[in-house]
């Protein structure tokens, strides 16, 4: 049986020995420090390549990208034009394929033997011509996912280089001094600087350009707007706001508030998840303990909202019953719970003392997603994302929630936690 609720952590509730095969869903089961972990079967599903080479093959000329399936054709990915915050994920994607063939020595086994490197570096090229000239604001960050793959392969590569340098130099010019924050989203009151948490998720360019460049200037921009997040966004029980709006000249706090979630003073959980990845992020590049400890403050409060199901809803603050949802019960978001995952795992990696507590959870938080939301007949891997709740945009795929499920299954191989 599957891993029960997230009550019984940090002591885990499967049997160290229960059989393989007598379950509905088949699990890989792992000794982990005197630990069995389960992990499901489908991260490594046949269907993962066979779906991925699918959308590759069906992209749009001139290019576009999926962003979440189409709500009036259940299902079908939704394309969009490159300058769109969530291009990148499938490209960067791609890249994951290619070094999940590398951790699997072959693919062969799904029918499908593509050169999945050649396929990221083919579907990246719409993204090239974004710096300096994009609407994307903040989200610049995820925009060089991609690029920063394509180093990591080919260190010369001096698109990748002058990609990821000008995606920073766009997120540097963001920066306003006196309130200590890269602006998230642009607005018409220049005065008013709008930051969500999500743009956690995006400082990490700033790091990768200045290894490249060894400006020192791109590191404190992104410790500067991670120390005053932590400060106003972060509320004493480890939830957050998701929209913090300071003033450009003073750096006075406006306005806290919601864009995307239940009411104002709820935590959307996938604002919870990004700051979680953040900071674990923030932690990796820094060493500095105080980033650990916001991310483990935030990976608590998240844990423990977590309902005795095991699925992590769209907002922890959102009623259970959703009259205006198909069903009439609070949706999940499949994509906060695949953030949730990455950065629990990265957490347990770098948090010595509790780092049993993060993987295991991150694992059931896992097998419960998977359970609910893999979706064989759509196009996406996932079902169950909530794109944006108020905009009546949810029960759909989500190409960031495929994205994170992809790199998780990458990242347990890596570790040694889980077999192709
Ligand atoms: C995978 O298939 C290709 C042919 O499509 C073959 O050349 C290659 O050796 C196979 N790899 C493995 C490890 O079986
Ligand atoms: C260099 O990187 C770009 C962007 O990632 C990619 O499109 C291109 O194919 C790469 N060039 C080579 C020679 O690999
Ligand atoms: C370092 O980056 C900042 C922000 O993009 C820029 O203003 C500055 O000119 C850069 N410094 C150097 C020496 O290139
Ligand atoms: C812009 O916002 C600031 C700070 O709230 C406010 O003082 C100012 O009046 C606003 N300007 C306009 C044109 O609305
Ligand atoms: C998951 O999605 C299905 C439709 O694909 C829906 O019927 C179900 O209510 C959803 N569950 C949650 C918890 O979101």
Redesign the pocket.
Known sequence: MAIKGLHSLPTPSLPAMAPIGTVSTMFILLNFISQAIAVPSELYSPLVPQKLLRTFNSLPKPIQYPQYTDSSRPGKWAFFVPDTWTSAFFPTTLYEMDRRRTLCKTLNASGVDVDWLQLGRSASQGLVSLPGHNTQGHDVGFLSFPFVEELKRNPGNQTAINTVNGFARDLAKRFIPAAGVTRSWDND?Q??VRVIIDNMMNLDVLFSSAELTGNQTLVQIAKTHADTTIKNHIRADGSTWHVVEY?ADTGAV?SKHTAQGFSDDSTWSRGQAWGIYGYAQMYSRTGNPTYLETSRRLATYFLSHIPSDGIVPWDFDAPLKDPKVPGGVRPADSSAATIATNGLLLLGSLDEEDADKWTSAALEILDHITELAWKPEWDSLLSNGTVNWPSNNYLTGTVYGDHYFVKVGNDLLERGLAHC
């Open positions: 009151n005065t008013v003033d406006l």
